[in-house]
Each structure stands twice: as structure tokens, then as C-alpha cells.
């Protein structure tokens, strides 16, 4: 979650919501990545997306089946559909988002009994850390 942390705070200093992402299998990240969708003018450039990207071209396959997605934040509902599409095993994430949660907060998409893939969630890493970027962005916007 750590490595995420840091992901969060490139995207911090480019003015960016502060969500970083990285995927681990088998012990090592083959992907790390933080939100661009200012950056890219690109609506779908959520730290997820770009990491499960980033993943599917490492490893040569878009089943990301051994793979664990660290997230600061909750999955939104479009990042949980990418991550169930991955076949992405394990998702861990700091803070929850009871604004746009797509895993836990507002709706249960990575444990859909009926759909053809559920996910592991493990929530709450390093959630004070997490939650904290976010706040101090969202705080340094409103009085800009």
C-alpha cells in the first residue's frame, strides 16, 4: 500500500485526484499507476485502468487471474467492472469512497454472486494515510 501511497502523491503534484495503483504477482509489482484523467482529458484514466493495463501487457494476457490490485481508494463502479473483467484475484484498498464505492461502500460488484468472477477484498491498509492525501487535495481545491 505503501508503493500506492506514492503513486498517489505523483498524482497529487500534478493536480490530479490522489489515487495511486499497483499490482503485485507472485510477490513483485509489474504495475504501478496513479489517476491521469486530467492529464489525458481521458475519462476512463482512473489509477485502476492504467494499472490493469499495464499488468495485461507485462504478463502478455488480459486474465490477470494471481494478480493482487492495491488501491488507496475504493474502486468505482467502472474500475470494479475492469477489475472483474481482469479476472483480478485480490483487491486491497485504504479508504472507502461512500461518494462512488463501487466495492463495499454503495454497492458489493467484486462479490456478485451473479456475475461469472468475484474478488477478494481486503479494505481499511493504511486508511488514515489514504484518506488524508484525499482530504488535503479536495481541501487545497476549495480554497484555490
Not at 494499472?51 to 467502472?78: F, H, S
Amino acid at each position: 500500500m505503501k508503493e500506492a501511497l506514492e503513486e498517489a502523491q505523483k498524482a497529487y503534484e500534478l493536480g490530479e485526484v490522489p489515487v495511486g495503483a499497483v499490482i503485485v504477482v507472485d510477490g513483485e509489482i509489474i504495475a504501478r499507476a496513479y489517476n491521469i484523467k486530467e492529464t489525458t482529458n481521458d475519462p476512463t484514466a482512473h489509477a485502476e485502468i492504467v494499472a490493469i493495463r499495464q499488468a495485461a501487457n507485462a504478463l502478455g494476457a488480459w486474465r490477470l487471474t494471481d494478480a493482487t490490485l492495491y488501491i488507496t481508494k475504493e474502486p468505482c463502479v467502472m474500475c470494479c467492472g475492469a477489475i472483474i473483467n481482469a479476472r483480478i484475484k485480490r483487491v486491497v484498498y485504504g479508504c472507502n469512497d461512500s461518494k462512488g464505492g463501487g466495492a463495499l461502500s454503495l454497492y458489493r460488484i467484486l462479490q456478485d454472486p451473479r456475475l461469472n468472477h468475484q474478488v477478494e477484498i481486503k479494505h481499511g491498509i493504511l486508511e488514515k494515510e489514504c484518506r488524508e492525501i484525499l482530504q488535503r487535495f479536495f481541501r487545497e481545491l476549495r480554497n484555490q
